[in-house]
């Protein structure tokens, strides 16, 4: 099977390729991808063995791969949406969208997951079950997974396991990373609104400084990870933005804040939680003023299974070689709604290197420099055939 796969990758490539570099072009905001949807469904209509469903949204796109065939079934998942990015790249086949680009790799993932149901649907008879290709919208913004989560993309055939990839510029084209258990962080916005006495700038006695306050409650959250938190876990507490005042002799009655914060165990989002309010709203009563936090629920926290992410290990030390496989892989703080997926069902998600073997650095994701290597779309195409029909010849489970 591994040499009938290498063929036929080889021989899908050029039009992945080519697919690939038509998507990054022509990129899309999350919710918006409804050419990238029309392209993709395009594509996926001229598949044999493939059932292309109604889709959930407007903007996805959802095939399955041996409907009617009896055994487990494997979701595998692609990201579609851009970003709002003005690109520099200077490549033929950059934006044709002002302030509009794929800066996070979401056209190789695509590209990545078409060439694979290309792949499959040619050994389909060969598969003791079904692949559920879903070709996702609104990652970036919008949360897209849980969307489709909570309309019933994991039922009808019922999702037994979810793998995805993730374009990763710190590894080389060849190579892999992987690591199970918590792996990328749960995010919580929130607002914050300080009100304050409004004076003169000459007569600050006479009023309540929003800005001193705001400056108070700034310093006093980074205390919640250095001081509150187990050093041993992995926490963020941001402030991103802060708007006050209208001139500089004018004292300000109100200031506006907004940050993030990050965390991996759902137990410590709470601790997080309670430790923010209590600092915001006493800080501001010490000073005299008064203070409103809204807390925003946003990505939960991306968990990956134990025997997936030993399926996805051994399979990479396989195909590309232990070298090639990183394990020691620290937890980002980073999110992904993947992890919607990863609440419901057995889910993995691992790291596709992107970086020239050569380079020794390449331009970060969400860099208006950044571009999906296409070298690697091969790899993750041989990756993603191999963990499909791995899992369906188990029977649906995760260990090799």
């Known amino acids: 099977m591994q040499d009938l796969f290498s063929g036929l990758v080889q021989e899908v490539a050029p039009q992945v390729i080519a697919f690939r570099r038509e998507l990054h072009a022509h990129p899309e905001l999350s919710f918006q991808e409804h050419e990238t949807a029309r392209r993709i469904r395009d594509r996926l209509g001229q598949i044999a063995n493939l059932q292309v469903l109604p889709p959930y949204i407007e903007t996805d796109v959802v095939a399955v791969l041996n409907a009617d065939m009896p055994g487990p079934c494997i979701l595998l998942r692609a990201d579609i949406d851009a970003l709002p990015i003005q690109e520099e790249t200077g490549v033929a ?18 590209a990545t997951l078409l060439g694979t149901a290309m792949v499959l649907s040619r050994v389909a008879d060969q598969l003791p079950g079904k692949v559920k290709f879903v070709f ?41 990373a992987i690591r199970p258990g918590w792996v990328m ?13 409004g004076s003169h700038g000459a007569y600050p006695h006479r009023g309540i400084d929003s800005i001193v306050v705001a400056a108070h409650i700034i310093t006093a959250l980074q205390t919640i990870v250095s001081r509150t938190i187990d050093p041993q876990d992995a926490a963020v507490v941001t402030i991103g933005q802060i708007h006050a005042g209208t001139a500089e002799n004018i004292i300000p009655a109100r200031a506006e804040m907004e940050g993030t914060m990050r965390y991996t165990r759902l137990e410590l989002g709470e601790q997080l939680r309670q430790r923010l309010s209590r600092i915001i709203e006493h800080t501001a009563q010490a000073h005299g003023a008064t203070a409103r936090v809204e807390i925003i629920d946003g990505y939960p926290p991306m968990y990956n299974d134990d025997d997936l992410s030993a399926l996805i290990t051994t399979t990479g030390r396989e195909l590309l070689g232990e070298a090639n496989v990183v394990t020691a892989v620290p937890v980002s703080m980073g999110v992904e709604d993947f992890a919607y997926y990863a609440q419901k069902v057995p889910a993995a998600m691992f790291r596709l290197g992107v970086r020239p073997v050569a380079s020794d650095s390449y331009p970060s994701l969400h860099n208006p420099a950044f571009n999906f290597n296409d070298d690697a779309l091969p790899i993750g195409i041989r990756m993603f055939c191999e963990i499909a029909t791995r899992f369906l010849r188990a029977g649906g489970r995760g260990t090799k």
């Open 136 to 176: 996702q919208p609104a990652e970036e913004d919008g949360g897209g997974g849980g969307v489709l989560c909570e309309r019933g993309v994991l039922d009808e055939p019922k999702v037994d396991a979810a793998v995805a990839l993730h374009a990763w510029p710190y590894e080389p084209v060849g190579s892999i």
């Open 93 to 110: 086949y950059a934006s044709t969208r002002q302030g509009v680009m794929h800066a996070c790799g979401h056209d190789g993932h695509a």
């Open 185 to 197: 962080a749960a995010s919580n916005p929130f607002k914050v609104s300080i009100q304050g006495v």
